[in-house]
């Protein structure tokens, strides 16, 4: 059974489409008008192993808010779509990334419940011209519709563009892990309640 979406996403600020593939290579296509999330996603692609094409079309002549908070929106459908039943998978799944001074955590649990917790601290605004206040506003997209729970804790770090970075590979890292199958659970749900 494949593990895939595909979603469209118009609204009068946006227009997204989005095709994913949990069981892909890391083969990415990116198109939002926003060259350093663009390079962002890329991480989550390669170090999720997870194929993943969007284009997106937004109000940039406002700002990049709208574009990037629907993006996150429609990723979550996306992997709420794609994840399937649940069953024989981790749930669970974590990763530290490095890059050279800067170090992060993420963590998450495919709980079906959306909650996120978000610990980065910049130390600059922005990262050429990306406003970094709009990650936060990505990850509450995609948690609040892929109905997971997401830790996020940027642990060192001086140089922002690196932050970003290792928040990133982290998060696809994470994702991997947990989209991951166990053999052992013999195609049971990981959970107590019978449901997730």
């Not at 990037?68 to 799944?93: C, H, M, P, S």
């Not at 990334?97 to 909650?115: H, K, N, Q, W």
């Not at 690196?162 to 994702?175: C, D, M, N, P």
Request: glycine share 10%; no cysteine; hydrophobic share 40%.
């Amino acid at each position: 059974m494949s593990r895939s979406a595909n979603v469209q996403r118009d609204t009068l600020e946006t227009q997204i489409t989005l095709a994913l593939n949990l069981d892909g290579s890391g083969q990415s296509e990116f198109n939002s008008g926003l060259p350093f999330l663009d390079h962002m996603l890329d991480q989550v692609a390669r170090h999720g192993l997870l194929d993943m094409k969007i284009h997106a079309k937004g109000d940039l002549h406002i700002d990049a808010h709208h574009t990037v908070e629907d993006i996150g929106i429609t990723l979550g459908q996306a992997f709420a779509q794609a994840v399937g039943d649940k069953k024989g998978i981790n749930r669970y799944g974590h990763a530290y990334v490095p890059l050279d001074e800067a170090l992060s955590r993420v963590v998450i649990d495919l709980s079906g419940r959306p909650g996120l917790e978000y610990e980065v601290d910049f130390p600059r605004a922005s990262i050429g011209d990306f406003d970094v206040d709009l990650f936060i506003e990505f990850f509450q997209g995609f948690v609040n519709h892929a109905a997971v729970t997401l830790h996020i804790d940027n642990l060192r770090g001086k140089n922002a563009h690196h932050i970003a970075e290792t928040v990133f590979k982290a998060f696809g890292r994470a994702l991997r892990m947990a989209l991951t199958a166990d053999e052992r659970m013999q195609g049971q749900l990981p959970s107590t309640k019978g449901a997730l």
